[in-house]
C-alpha cells in the first residue's frame, strides 16, 4: 500500500509539471502527506487540465459518514473495475497525484523504518488516482444533536491511489507500489474519452530503472513530523 508521499512542490512546479490551467489551489506543501489531509491533484474538464484540493481517503458518495475515509485511501489496480467504492470514479472521476516523492516500510531486525522512492533525475512525478465527491446525506443533516443543534452540510472532494504489484526495485522493500504514470499519458488517464482497455494498461509497474532509494529518519514514522529532513538521506 502506499500511506505516506512528499508533495512538497511550490504550485508553479506542480501547475507545469501537468500543464494545468488556470489559478492553483491554496494547499500548505507537506514533505510528509497521510490520508485524511488535503493535496493538490489533476482532473481534466473540457478546457485541459486543472487543479483541484482534494483529501486523501475516497469517501463514496453513498456513505453514511466520512471515517471510512482512510480505509480507501488506496485502491487495487486488480479489481478497480469491480470494486463498488471505486468502479464508477474508475470510469468518470481519474486524478493524477504530483508528488517528488513516496514512502514504504522495511521490516528489519529493530523494526521498521521508511524508505523513500523518487525519480532518479529528482524530478517530479505523478500517481495515478480516482476522485470523488462526497456530501453529508440527508438524515445526518435533518438529525438534531443534544446540545448541538442541527449540524449543517458538508460536501469533500476526496481521492485514493491506486497500487499495483512492485517492480524489481520496490519489491525488496514492499510487494505494492503505487501506479506511476508516464508524462505522456497524463492526458490519456485523465481524459473522459479513453477506453477501458487503454487505460487499463497504464495500471502497471514503473520501470525500476528510472527510480532511486534512500533510507529516511525514523522521525518518519510520526505521522505529524514536517521538515525538510523527511526527504534527507540516512546511514543505517
Not at 493538490?40 to 486523501?56: F, H, K, P, Q
Request: some cysteine; charged content about 25%.
Amino acid at each position: 500500500m502506499c500511506c505516506r508521499v512528499a508533495q512538497g512542490s511550490s504550485k508553479n512546479r506542480i501547475k507545469n509539471k501537468v500543464k494545468a490551467k488556470g489559478r492553483a489551489p491554496e494547499v500548505t506543501p507537506r514533505l510528509n502527506l497521510a490520508p485524511t489531509q488535503e493535496a493538490v491533484v489533476a482532473v481534466y474538464e473540457s478546457n485541459g487540465i486543472r487543479l483541484e484540493a482534494m483529501r486523501w481517503g475516497l469517501i463514496p458518495s453513498w456513505a453514511r459518514g466520512k471515517s471510512i475515509g482512510p480505509k480507501l485511501a488506496n485502491a487495487r489496480a486488480e479489481t478497480i473495475d469491480e470494486k463498488p467504492s471505486f468502479r464508477e470514479p474508475f470510469q468518470r472521476r481519474r486524478c493524477l497525484l504530483p508528488v517528488d516523492g513516496y514512502y514504504e516500510w522495511e521490516t528489519r531486525p529493530i523494526g521498521k523504518h521508511p524508505v523513500y522512492y523518487s525519480m532518479y533525475d529528482s524530478n517530479l512525478f505523478c500517481l495515478a488516482g480516482l476522485w470523488e465527491t462526497w456530501t453529508t446525506p440527508e438524515h445526518v443533516t435533518a438529525m438534531e444533536l443534544p446540545g448541538l443543534g442541527r449540524p449543517g452540510t458538508e460536501t469533500l472532494h476526496t481521492f485514493t491511489i491506486i497500487t499495483t504489484t512492485s517492480n524489481c526495485l520496490t519489491k525488496r522493500v514492499h510487494k505494492r507500489m503505487p501506479v506511476i504514470v508516464h508524462a505522456n499519458d497524463y492526458e490519456l488517464w485523465l481524459s473522459l474519452e479513453s477506453q477501458v482497455d487503454d487505460l487499463k494498461g497504464l495500471l502497471k509497474p514503473f520501470d525500476a530503472d528510472m527510480m532511486q532509494e534512500h533510507y529516511v529518519t525514523p522521525r518518519m514514522n510520526n505521522p505529524r513530523f514536517e521538515g525538510p529532513e523527511c526527504i534527507q538521506p540516512v546511514a543505517l
